[in-house]
């Protein structure tokens, strides 16, 4: 089974720009998760979605944004582009939401580089 | 809110050396979920172990063991006669039971694991 990809993996844009980063979840999963990796903060949490819903957000700025397709497909945008906004972006699909069990493990895709200028 | 604190920024050993990266985690959940995951250089995190709260039990897996201790908020895993091949960044993360803002994977730092020749 095909793991989760993410497009494009690597992106320069400069500021003030927009960016949007495509995810697609390993089939049949329908949890897409969005986080952002930098050598400051860390791995921090922007958002999740499932049946293309808005569930969980993390302290992010409006300028962050996301969506969910029927597909199960995820895409993140970032609006006015700040040089603080390079950083590695993560996407991790699940199976479901939250249930017991193991269900709920999420796997993360390759994730796309995102340098501001 | 939750914390997870890795306290090993970087580790280096010699292969075939046994290695133990910590973790000591926070939360108010009584149910919660570990997990560990594994960044090579690649980027990709990979999915290692998920442990539920009310499961105690540790865990081996080849090379790899776990242990999990409610009684001190720790989460430890080891590597048995580490190789080169396990350098990588290692995260450790927790995901609380209770929905709302604790539903999030919350990841710490990071551990750095360099394994040489």
């Known amino acids: 089974k095909a793991g989760v990809t993410q497009t494009p993996r690597y992106l320069i844009k400069t500021r003030g720009q927009q960016v949007t980063l495509s995810c697609s979840p390993i089939s049949g999963h329908r949890s897409v998760s969005w986080y952002q990796q930098t050598p400051g903060q860390g791995l921090q949490f922007l958002f999740e979605?499932?049946?293309?819903?808005?569930?969980n957000k993390g302290n992010f700025p409006g300028r962050f944004s996301g969506r969910q397709f029927s597909n199960s497909r995820s895409e993140m945008n970032v609006s006015t582009l700040e040089l603080g906004d390079s950083a590695l972006y993560l996407c991790a699909s699940s199976l479901h939401l939250f249930l017991a069990g193991d269900t709920d493990t999420q796997y993360f895709g390759p994730g796309t580089r995102l340098t501001v200028l | 809110a939750q914390k997870v604190t890795q306290a090993q920024t970087e580790i280096s050993v010699v292969e075939k050396e046994d290695v133990t990266l910590d973790c000591v985690y926070e939360t108010r959940d009584t149910t919660y979920y570990l997990f560990w995951y594994k960044q090579p250089p690649s980027g990709e995190l990979v999915f290692l172990i998920r442990?539920?709260?009310?499961?105690?039990q540790n865990e081996i897996s080849g090379r790899y063991s776990w242990n999990f201790q409610k009684s001190t908020s720790s989460f430890n895993f080891t590597i048995t006669a580490s190789q080169v091949v396990d350098s990588a960044v290692y995260f450790c993360?927790?995901?609380?039971?209770?929905?709302?803002?604790?539903?999030?994977?919350?990841f710490g730092k990071g551990t750095l694991l360099t394994v040489n020749p």
């Open positions: 993360a927790l995901r609380g039971g209770s929905g709302g803002s604790n539903y999030k994977l919350t």
């Open positions: 442990r539920n709260s009310f499961d105690e």
């Open positions: 979605y499932f049946s293309e819903t808005q569930r």
